[in-house]
């Protein structure tokens, strides 16, 4: 069952088309295969299962059995010796939470931080279909959200994953100008109000006409703030079963934990997989830019001063802290470059999980 509420506004365009994203599938996908067959072994399942069991009766314990299994309560109220019986697990459940705030679409080359993520999401979904799991996506954007519940095989994986990639950006244009009457609006890095310390600069406004009144300076600049963008966590609980693979892709900006976000960690395996821009990491060095930030209505130049860069490296140490304080297990942590491979990534990733767990 797929739920939508989604609003877009005029100004999204489409990244994607459904046949495009489809395409761009199947070329990832025989790659996909290719790092499951040679390469991961059998560890992508074995990473996220652990013992790979679960619990399915008590019955009579029997020489050789495994001790760590006996069932004491059943054993003491028995007077003899009962152990637990587990079964293997066939299926994992993966659920993809991407958040698609504006601040994705920043790319200071060729490829956007939007387009990275969304290829990790599409590689983690093939993951699933390639290993015969169920997958499913909550999908979140300013406008709303959409969510697919989670489907098993190769063709409703397929459908499910093109339908993400093809997901047209959020708008970036949250204001007009007062003066011209027309939208503006450029991606810029989402680390700019962390290294700007200038006034914002307002557009000024239109003549006044008779029978108007101007709008106040504080109101055009709440009026330049983007929508609010809410993860409807509460469905995840309805969405997915107990111990399912929930993995948040995002960029992460500092933030406090989503209300509830102890007893999602308890309820089931959380994974957040982050995408940096080069920028992102360090500031550029002998380059001036300047750009019109929406979101905060001014414009900003980056000179690469010694100031920018000390509040610069202060908002990375706050971003990596909020990242760690949202997900403490480093291996439920995973941090992408937009110049990196991203199987390759995924590929490190599963490596390090399945070796900490054989050591275990």
Not at 149 to 171: D, F, K, N, Y
Not at 311 to 316: G, I, M, T, Y
């Amino acid at each position: 069952m797929n739920r939508t509420i989604i609003e877009e506004g005029p100004d999204s365009t489409v990244q994607l088309s459904s046949h495009s994203a489809l395409a761009l599938l199947r070329r990832l996908e025989w790659r996909v295969r290719h790092a499951v067959e040679n390469v991961l072994s059998g560890e992508y399942r074995s990473a996220f299962r652990g013992r790979g069991m679960e619990f399915d009766q008590v019955v009579k314990y029997e020489f050789g059995d495994d001790v760590r299994d006996i069932d004491w309560n059943v054993t003491a109220r028995l007077g003899e010796p009962y152990r637990k019986k587990f079964v293997e697990e066939r299926e994992v459940t993966l659920l993809l939470v991407f958040e698609d705030s504006p601040s994705l679409q920043f790319g200071s080359s060729e490829l956007s931080k939007r387009e990275a993520l969304l290829e990790l999401a599409g590689l983690v979904m093939l993951l699933g279909a390639v290993n015969r799991d169920r997958v499913g996506y909550v999908y979140a954007a300013p406008g709303g959200y959409q969510l697919k519940e989670p489907v098993r095989g190769r063709g409703p994986i397929l459908h499910a994953a093109s339908t993400l990639l093809g997901m047209p950006p959020p708008g970036l244009q949250y204001r007009r100008s007062a003066s011209a009457g027309i939208a503006t609006g450029l991606s810029v890095p989402p680390f700019v109000a962390s290294v700007m310390s200038t006034p914002p600069i307002i557009a000024p406004p239109a003549s006044k006409k008779a029978g108007t009144s101007e709008k106040p300076a504080d109101d055009r600049q709440a009026s330049a703030q983007p929508p609010q963008l809410e993860i409807p966590w509460q469905l995840l609980t309805r969405s997915a079963p107990r111990h399912s693979i929930v993995i948040w892709l995002s960029d992460f900006s500092p933030r406090e934990a989503p209300e509830g976000w102890g007893m999602l960690r308890r309820r089931y395996n959380t994974m957040g997989f982050r995408v940096d821009d080069p920028w992102e990491r360090a500031l550029p060095t002998g380059e001036t830019l300047v750009a019109y930030d929406p979101l905060a209505s001014r414009l900003v130049t980056l000179d690469g001063s010694a100031a920018q860069r000390l509040r610069h490296l202060e908002w990375v140490k706050r971003r990596d802290t909020a990242f760690r304080d949202l997900f403490p297990d480093p291996l439920s942590r995973l941090v992408v470059g937009t110049e990196e491979s991203r199987l390759d990534a995924l590929v490190r990733f599963f490596h390090a999980r399945m070796k900490t767990r054989s050591h275990g």
